[in-house]
């Protein structure tokens, strides 16, 4: 296996980026045999400890199987990768930054609407009430940061509210992605769904009155702006 050699002096991260990026790339498919840890250091030119702890890191996102005393075989990464594993197949050029921005969009829309669902039947009634109090609080005007911290605890409320801890989780892994991808676009398309302050304040409304299909309605009206933003600069939209 013809490998670069690593250049970065953080070398247990970039081995551990290089490793991913040949997995999701296709360059080393599903069911192909990982070389040893004493090649890959060779090929990579760092000690073995970092290749190790690299290799741990791969198994952990669901790229490999390590057998221990036999041989270390990829995964198929569509079957067993994780959410972690998103801003990873952007790197390695697998899936375009704004086709997985747009995905995201539309993950964290079925993820809120749904949320929303949830929360109007199993918040008590004093989260309902701060709910209600943050779109009542949502600034008028401010900077993208004020918008991003008010809607970032708006949102969070509401999927602490459902219930649904894989919700939470879930919530967790989009958001971190969004920073890693960091496209500066993604602050203009996400300006429509800021302004809609009425929006919030009608759909925290509909949850304390506990009508959850009514939340749902609002809540995918809310999100939708987002992902129609996207899918409007989307090449092939």
């Not at 209600?132 to 600034?139: G, T």
């Not at 993208?144 to 509401?158: G, K």
Request: charged share 25%.
């Amino acid at each position: 296996m013809d490998i670069a050699p690593i250049t970065r002096t953080a070398v247990s991260d970039a081995a551990y980026v290089r490793i991913v990026e040949e997995i999701l790339s296709g360059r080393l498919a599903a069911g192909d045999t990982l070389p040893a840890e004493r090649e890959l250091s060779l090929s990579f030119q760092v000690n073995r400890h970092a290749v190790r702890e690299a290799l741990k890191r791969v198994q952990q996102a669901g790229l490999i199987r390590i057998s221990h005393g036999g041989k270390t075989r990829v995964l198929d990464w569509r079957a067993n990768a994780r959410l972690e594993t998103l801003s990873a197949l952007v790197a390695a050029g697998v899936v375009p930054p704004l086709e997985l921005v747009r995905d995201i969009a539309v993950m964290r829309r079925s993820i809120g609407s749904d949320a929303a669902r949830l929360c109007a039947a199993n918040a008590s009634t004093e989260e309902l009430e701060r709910i209600s109090e943050l779109a009542h609080a949502f600034p008028e005007a401010g900077t993208v940061e004020e918008y991003a911290d008010a809607d970032l605890e708006f949102w969070t409320r509401i999927v602490d509210g459902s219930g649904n801890l894989a919700y939470r989780l879930a919530l967790n892994s989009l958001l971190a992605t969004f920073d890693d991808v960091g496209l500066p676009i993604v602050a203009e398309w996400i300006a429509g769904e800021y302004s809609a302050r009425a929006l919030r304040i009608a759909l925290a409304g509909l949850l304390l009155a506990r009508d959850g299909e009514g939340a749902y309605r609002h809540a995918e009206q809310l999100l939708t702006h987002f992902v129609t933003g996207i899918e409007k600069s989307t090449p092939g939209e």
